[in-house]
């Protein structure tokens, strides 16, 4: 069994406080706005290339660890850049970048209010995202997964009305409880195990466990990271969220905050209690169920929705739970397709968002009905709408095929056919509600005509890019930051209990 060799960096603690920096700068700057702006992109490329310097060091199984707060022997707050960090991180702030530039333009184009608020909310956002994505340990993890919490819900009531402070309301309902959750199950872990440091395999050792109590420290632990995953019944804050600015749903919605949730689903099933415990008290077939069932349930969902908005949220309800569905089936394939699945539908759904506001900042056109004619007047910003939508439906050569058809041999590795049949119902689903956009958009005519023209390039080109991702990243899945590697390694230490 090889070890990964851990040293001493200071680089993690670096690409969390960049943005944090960063929000302090934007919040000075605020009577200039191209100063403003130029601060959030400074921020997201300098986060990026740290995070990018660690890439070469964890594909070689070297783990960059930094102690910023050691509260008590055995007790710190801490980060790692362990490998699946890396893969989290790398995401959230190569996606920044394109977010940043892509909320320039939507702000202006809008003339949205409070737009100092606005970046500033969004820095501290990617701040702890990286937190999270670096936590060494359970302890770490909370923090920043809370502090997350609160940084998103200025986004999410940003525009101010009846509608958004009540989806405000209701997002710190739900997070908030499942912030107090996951620190019981937190404290109630360090008291069995000793320990609170994230280890591939699981952390328990060889401690016991009445069934009783396993179940209910998992649930705990569940409902803490669940709601950010939005598996059902926990998922109804996201819908209402739907009512943030279209690049808040895109990058938080889509990548760090419901991300974050999946994330923390994994961390908890691989680097909390580990295969050996969730097979032994079943625990990971409760999790396959919710996952299946959160899936179907979604897609179906999302057919009732002509708010586009809406029927993305329901998508992402859906795809987040095939993450949680690869983790729950603890076969190699299913586990590198689940993470897989992070980034895959990452780059298609921000795609998916981007092209939404784009139509709404170009047109103000938010319901599906109205979207008729729309790809002619729009071809480059409905074509990358397009690629996407066949990229979530497991169509290739979009990114979506390749973590679908390691789910689907992940269920096969596990001997399961009941998750292959909900993979492949699935796709069929997301088919049938993505099809109609899709066939509005080019072949009906519009009762009244559109001025032809896209977004500005602020908008269009980063749109642009992501589907562009979504192809190449389908066609080589270990291009340019080595996911697929990166899964890989992750997958087999969880299965080979490689940690330290």
């Known amino acids: 069994m090889t070890y990964p060799e851990i040293y001493r960096s200071i680089i993690p603690f670096y690409a969390v406080m960049v943005s944090l920096i960063a929000a302090l700068l934007i919040m000075l700057s605020s009577r200039h706005a191209n100063l403003r702006e130029f601060w959030t992109l400074a921020a997201s490329i300098v986060k990026f290339s740290l995070v990018f310097l660690l890439l070469p060091g964890a594909l070689a199984g070297r783990i960059a660890e930094y102690t910023f707060w050691e509260i008590s022997p055995g007790i710190a707050l801490a980060l790692k850049a362990d490998q699946f960090g890396i893969f989290f991180a790398l995401i959230a702030s190569g996606l920044w970048i394109l977010t940043s530039i892509y909320s320039i333009g939507y702000v202006r184009g809008l003339k949205e209010h409070k737009q100092t608020r606005y970046f500033a909310s969004f820095a501290v956002c990617l701040s702890a995202t990286i937190g999270i994505a670096f936590a060494a340990n359970l302890l770490t993890f909370v923090l920043f997964y809370e502090i997350l919490t609160i940084a998103t819900y200025p986004l ?12 405000g309301r209701k997002y710190l309902v739900y997070t908030l409880t499942a912030g107090v959750l996951l620190i019981a199950a937190t404290a109630w872990t360090y008291r069995i195990a000793g320990t609170l440091d994230f280890r591939a395999g699981g952390l328990f050792g060889d401690a016991s466990f009445s069934p009783a109590a396993i179940t209910v420290l998992f649930l705990l632990f569940l409902g803490g990271v669940g709601v950010k995953a939005a598996v059902m019944p926990l998922h109804s804050w996201l819908p209402a969220a739907m009512a943030a600015p279209t690049p808040v749903s895109a990058l938080l919605h889509a990548v760090a905050v419901v ?57 992402t309800v859906g795809h987040l739970s095939y993450i949680v569905l690869g983790a729950a089936l603890l076969s190699p394939a299913s586990l590198v397709g689940g993470l897989l699945h992070i980034a895959n539908h990452a780059t298609m759904k921000i795609t998916l968002f981007f092209c939404a506001g784009a139509i709404y900042v170009r047109h103000h056109k938010e319901k599906i009905s109205e979207l008729d004619g729309i790809g002619r007047a729009m071809p480059w910003t409905m074509g990358a709408f397009t690629v996407a939508a066949i990229g979530l ?25 009941l998750p292959l049949a909900v993979l492949v119902l699935s796709g069929l689903l997301n088919a049938g509600y993505f099809a109609p956009i899709i066939s509005r958009a080019f072949f009906k005519t519009p009762t009244v005509p559109y001025e032809h023209g896209e977004a500005s390039y602020a908008m269009v080109i980063p749109l642009l890019v992501t589907a562009l991702l979504s192809i190449l990243l389908g066609l080589y899945p270990d291009l340019f930051f080595h996911f697929y590697r990166l899964a890989v390694e992750v997958s087999g230490g969880i299965l080979g209990g490689i940690g330290r």
């Open 393 to 417: 439906a497991g169509i290739p050569p979009v990114n979506g095929f390749i973590s679908k058809w390691q789910l689907g041999l992940g269920s096969l590795q596990a001997g399961e056919m």
């Open 156 to 167: 999410v009531i940003h525009k101010e009305t009846k509608i958004a402070v009540s989806a």
């Open 259 to 315: 991300k974050s949730g999946v994330f923390g689903v994994v961390r908890v099933v691989g680097f909390v209690f580990g295969p050996t415990l969730m097979r032994q008290f079943d625990l990971n077939i409760f999790l396959a169920t919710v996952a299946g069932a959160t899936i179907i349930l979604a897609s179906l969902l999302a057919f009732r929705q002509d708010n586009l908005k809406f029927r993305l949220a329901y998508s």
